[in-house]
């Protein structure tokens, strides 16, 4: 079955760090652009982050360049998102979204997402 | 920066049309790409490049572009098309993403 699954979310303190993993299965990762976009509780849609099938090219929202890092790891078929200083307003289910194909930053597959909760 | 403006929401009897809008500057330049996300589901891409359907979307659904206005276009609108809508762009002037805010669809 091709699907993406998303890990590593949970609650947090301001100004720590965590890593979300996503795991891709039924298709080649490598053959892909791969992208984050997380979704505030009750809000919309905003995307994080961006790379191009062999991390050539990386695209980060403004709001957290210089925070988050996204890489992968096309033999283990993964992408992670590295999220550090992390604040109130990060709080949100993150979603892996495939794209189409490269950089086309059109995301016909999506995970069910991973929810991190930043709190004291 | 580049800003899609999407109603919040909007009201439709069973087996009318819905036309949900996405205002931007010169949108009809631009691809528009648009979601369906039903709750707690992940988004689901119901149209591409304006006008595309993937495999498995039905035919009710479709879009247009033009100008500053890109349009979702729902047929004989069903209980089970009530969903929230997102408008999506690649803005190349500044290499970022951008989505709508999202219009919530309900069916009366």
């Known amino acids: 079955e091709v699907q993406l699954v998303e890990s590593g979310g949970g609650l947090v303190k301001p100004g720590g760090s965590l890593r979300l993993s996503c795991d891709a299965s039924?298709?080649?990762?490598?053959?892909?652009?791969m992208n984050w976009v997380r979704q505030a509780p009750g809000k919309g849609l905003e995307w994080v982050s961006s790379?191009?099938?062999?991390?050539?090219?990386?695209y980060y929202a403004d709001s957290m360049k210089g925070r988050f890092i996204i890489s992968r790891d096309n033999a283990k078929n993964s992408l992670s998102l590295h999220m550090t200083s992390l604040r109130a307003e990060d709080t949100a289910v993150y979603y892996c979204?495939?794209?189409?194909?490269?950089?086309?930053?059109?995301?016909?597959?999506w995970g069910r997402g991973t929810l991190v909760t930043v709190s004291s | 920066s580049y800003v899609l403006i999407q109603s919040p929401s909007l009201s439709v009897a069973p087996g009318k049309t819905a036309r949900i809008t996405c205002g931007g500057d010169?949108?009809?330049?631009?691809?528009v790409h648009w979601y369906q996300q039903k709750p707690g589901q992940a988004p689901l891409l119901v149209i591409y490049?304006?006008?595309d359907r993937p495999s498995g979307i039905p035919e009710r659904f479709s879009g247009s572009n033009s100008g500053n206005s890109a349009t979702l276009i729902i047929s004989r609108v069903g209980a089970g098309d009530e969903a929230d809508y997102y408008c999506?762009?690649?803005?190349?002037?500044?290499?970022?993403?951008?989505f709508g805010g999202g219009t919530k669809l309900t069916v009366l």
């Open positions: 490049y304006d006008t």
């Open positions: 790379v191009d099938s062999t991390s050539t090219f990386i």
């Open positions: 999506q762009v690649w803005d190349s002037s500044t290499d970022r993403v951008i």
């Open positions: 010169n949108v009809g330049r631009k691809s």
């Open positions: 039924g298709f080649t990762l490598s053959n892909y652009s």
């Open positions: 979204a495939r794209d189409v194909d490269s950089f086309n930053f059109l995301f016909d597959l």
